[in-house]
């Protein structure tokens, strides 16, 4: 019994000491390898779960920076176009059914060849007319870029419906297909000429001798201003006289002014000083009407018949080669004309003593260049309105023209005084009378673009307005462009 008592005691104690137990330590030990290997995985999904939402956050904000710079693009394209179409020049007389191609003329003018155009990878970028649209640049895909990395762009479409047009502009950025497109209505709109503003405006040179450019009684002298669209070299030479207006001339273009007075400067120092303000320079001379003087052509319609006695003619049109240099066809003094006198080209015509215009005078355009044609009036040249007869009617439309001659010279002298009810527009004008001039709601202008355009060697030119409110209408096309319509701006599909 004690040995079975002994052995129980003993179990547990090993070199007289108790033995220790080993089994929770090593349950601890394995929870903690578990709780390393949860955080493992914890951390790797979450590394993960960054690395995906920083390359998505990255993938996203490199879409939106080239949906940002796409549309920018496109909005850089719709004003460049607006810019573009507004410089363009399309005649108000153009029927719809040409005015694209009258655009597509002005366009090419304008940009091809430019570096807008040509900076590109493609071989040929000049813009493209296909049907009833226009292309910018013309290879299908291209862009005209913003930057000389050809990474941003735009492509233009513009499309014709019948006379106006629409502009779509596509955006694009690092040549994806992520991009952006605006559209917009644009209509024609008539462009505004300066060139009635003035009272004497010359393509030309202009010399001013002797003599004053100014204005009738009670009427401001500073609306007598002269103007030349001559490019360089001198545009004004002014020797003597006197304007009551301003002298303006082109950037590159001088004026020589030895003795006279302009704007009420009466001292060569102060007129010719630039911070004085009585020479203007401008850099764009004024949009010129297309003319058509044959628009009149169906209103006379009696021909002339040549007579030594004092004659009263009646809408009167004069055969081309009637009159020549050496042999003018002759108005005898005291000659009257009611209605319209039509001249034809080529042909002279000298106007002696008085004569009495109870309408207008217009002459076609030389069929030759240099041309022969001119007007010489020896006399006083009295204008009035047409007769109130029923025979005149269809006349008292065609306002605006007190005499039409684009390509002849026109010659005045005479010692009684003239007057013009309308704007003279002529090639080259020359005055050397002893008595004045004086117009009514009218320019003069000449458009020879040559020095010697216009002289005034004479006494005094008056002008109670200029022809700024009486600009002619019939036989004149004057420009248009086209003008946005900004409610009709929207971004469109690609």
């Not at 669209?229 to 002298?247: E, Q, R």
């Not at 950037?251 to 003795?259: E, I």
């Not at 809408?315 to 009159?323: E, F, K, Q, S, Y």
């Not at 006349?395 to 005499?403: A, E, N, P």
Request: hydrophobic letters at 35%; charged letters at 15%.
């Amino acid at each position: 019994m004690y040995g079975r008592n002994n052995n129980r005691t003993n179990r547990g104690v090993q070199g007289g000491r108790p033995r220790r137990w080993t089994r929770s330590a090593s349950r601890r030990r394995g929870v903690t390898a578990l709780l390393a290997m949860l955080f493992l995985v914890l951390f790797s999904t979450l590394a993960i779960g960054f690395y995906a939402a920083t390359t998505t956050s990255s993938q996203i904000a490199s879409t939106d920076e080239t949906i940002a710079r796409s549309y920018l693009a496109a909005e850089s394209g719709m004003d460049f176009m607006r810019y573009q179409l507004a410089n363009v020049k399309v005649g108000t007389a153009t029927p719809s059914y040409q005015v694209l191609d009258k655009l597509y003329a002005s366009l090419q003018t304008q940009l091809n060849g430019t570096y807008n155009i040509t900076n590109g990878p493609e071989a040929n970028r000049s813009i493209v007319k296909n049907g009833n649209t226009i292309s910018i640049p013309g290879p299908a895909g291209s862009l005209i870029y913003l930057d000389n990395a050809h990474q941003s762009g735009f492509h233009v479409m513009i499309t014709d419906t019948a006379g106006e047009i629409v502009v779509k502009v596509d955006g694009a950025h690092g040549g994806t297909t992520v991009g952006r497109a605006f559209q917009m209505d644009f209509s024609r709109q008539q462009k505004a000429t300066s060139v009635f503003d003035n009272a004497v405006f010359s393509e030309g040179g202009i010399t001013i001798k002797k003599g004053a450019i100014t204005t009738t009684t009670g009427v401001d002298a500073k609306i007598a201003t002269v103007m030349s669209a001559l490019s360089n070299g001198t545009s004004i030479t002014m020797t003597g006289g006197l304007v009551g207006g301003k002298l303006t001339i082109m950037d590159d273009a001088t004026v020589s002014v030895s003795g006279g007075s302009v704007d009420g400067a009466t001292m060569v120092r102060e007129i010719m000083d630039p911070t004085a303000g009585h020479i203007t320079q401008t850099s764009k001379a004024p949009d010129m009407p297309d003319i058509d003087p044959t628009a009149y052509k169906v209103y006379a319609t009696n021909p002339f018949v040549a007579s030594t006695k004092k004659t009263t003619r009646k809408n009167t049109i004069i055969r081309a080669g009637t009159g020549t240099p050496s042999s003018p066809v002759i108005f005898n003094a005291n000659d009257t004309l009611q209605g319209i006198l039509y001249i034809e080209s080529p042909n002279c015509v000298k106007f002696m003593g008085d004569f009495t215009c109870q309408g207008f005078i217009v002459m076609e355009k030389s069929p030759t260049s240099p041309s022969t044609d001119y007007l010489d009036f020896r006399g006083n040249f009295a204008q009035d309105t047409v007769p109130n007869k029923p025979e005149f009617d269809n006349l008292r439309v065609t306002t605006g023209i007190s005499l039409l001659a684009p390509t002849a010279s026109v010659a005045m002298s005479g010692s009684v005084d003239s007057i013009f009810k309308g704007n003279v527009i002529c090639d080259k004008f020359s005055f050397a009378g002893s008595a004045n001039i004086q117009f009514d709601n009218g320019s003069l202008i000449t458009l020879n673009p040559n020095p010697g355009s216009a002289t005034f060697n004479g006494k005094t030119v008056l002008f109670s307005s200029t022809g700024a409110s009486n600009m002619p209408q019939l036989g004149f096309n004057y420009s248009q462009f086209f003008s946005p319509k900004p409610s009709t701006y929207a971004e469109v599909t690609p």
